[in-house]
């Protein structure tokens, strides 16, 4: 994506308190984009250029744009998220104009909130003064969350990192931090993604003596 259409997308983002739709490759496309420019930037003979100079530049604001619009979707997203925990309204559109790796973001924090919350505030005390009904439902929503964060320990695959990459946050909503051959453990859908680009190496118990 060109830069221009980039910032016109920030600024339209920017605009409006929704989430609005944006390309679903728009972070792949855009660093593929980022990759041509470096290579430029890095087989220059002459590293002092002007050309070179604006090509540091463009770098440098496509990766600036990019970073801006990730923070100001993640905002969005929090507050979706917290809207959604407390059992309020939110617009299913918004919901399909999340891009994958966006909705799992937000799918982690409704739980990480949930879980929080119902350690902090037991639902023996959350349902002090509560209708019958709604006291009950909020038990159920409890322990399900308790059976989902099961599951999701019971789902994680050993793996080890074959490149640095930025800090993320887990569908177990826990934030992780990578680095050149690490070995971790992560949840089996985020190993998944990262196994398809190659930033991991999933290992299976006989790879171990």
Do not use: W
């Given at each position: 994506?060109?830069?221009?259409?980039?910032?016109?997308?920030?600024?339209?983002?920017?605009?409006?308190?929704?989430?609005?739709?944006?390309?679903?490759?728009?972070?792949?496309?855009?660093?593929?984009?980022?990759?041509?420019?470096?290579?430029?930037?890095?087989?220059?003979?002459?590293?002092?250029?002007?050309?070179?100079?604006?090509?540091?530049?463009?770098?440098?604001?496509?990766?600036?744009?990019?970073?801006?619009?990730?923070?100001?979707?993640?905002?969005?997203?929090?507050?979706?998220?917290?809207?959604q925990e407390e059992g309020?309204?939110?617009?299913?559109?918004?919901?399909?104009?999340?891009?994958?790796?966006?909705?799992?973001?937000?799918?982690?924090?409704?739980?990480?909130?949930?879980?929080?919350?119902?350690?902090?505030i037991p639902p023996a005390?959350?349902?002090?003064?509560?209708?019958?009904?709604?006291?009950?439902?909020?038990?159920?929503?409890?322990?399900?969350?308790?059976?989902?964060?099961e599951k999701a320990v019971?789902?994680?695959?050993?793996?080890?990192?074959?490149?640095?990459?930025?800090?993320?946050?887990?569908?177990?909503?826990?934030?992780?931090?990578?680095?050149?051959?690490?070995?971790?453990?992560?949840?089996?859908?985020?190993?998944?993604?990262?196994?398809?680009?190659?930033?991991?190496?999933?290992?299976?118990?006989?790879?171990?003596?």
């Amino acid at each position: 994506m060109q830069l221009d259409e980039l910032r016109s997308l920030l600024l339209s983002e920017r605009e409006t308190g929704r989430l609005l739709a944006i390309p679903r490759n728009i972070f792949e496309t855009t660093d593929q984009d980022l990759a041509s420019l470096l290579d430029d930037v890095y087989g220059t003979e002459d590293p002092f250029s002007d050309r070179i100079r604006v090509l540091v530049e463009r770098v440098s604001s496509v990766r600036e744009t990019l970073h801006d619009l990730f923070i100001l979707r993640s905002q969005k997203i929090l507050t979706l998220a917290r809207t959604q925990e407390e059992g309020q309204y939110i617009d299913r559109d918004e919901l399909k104009r999340m891009l994958p790796e966006e909705k799992e973001m937000f799918d982690a924090i409704v739980l990480a909130i949930g879980h929080a919350r119902c350690r902090l505030i037991p639902p023996a005390v959350s349902r002090a003064g509560m209708p019958r009904a709604a006291a009950e439902q909020e038990a159920e929503r409890c322990a399900g969350i308790s059976a989902t964060e099961e599951k999701a320990v019971a789902e994680i695959s050993l793996s080890r990192v074959l490149s640095d990459m930025e800090p993320f946050m887990g569908v177990d909503g826990r934030i992780y931090h990578l680095r050149h051959e690490d070995i971790v453990t992560l949840p089996s859908r985020n190993a998944e993604v990262l196994c398809d680009r190659n930033i991991i190496l999933t290992l299976k118990p006989s790879s171990f003596p």
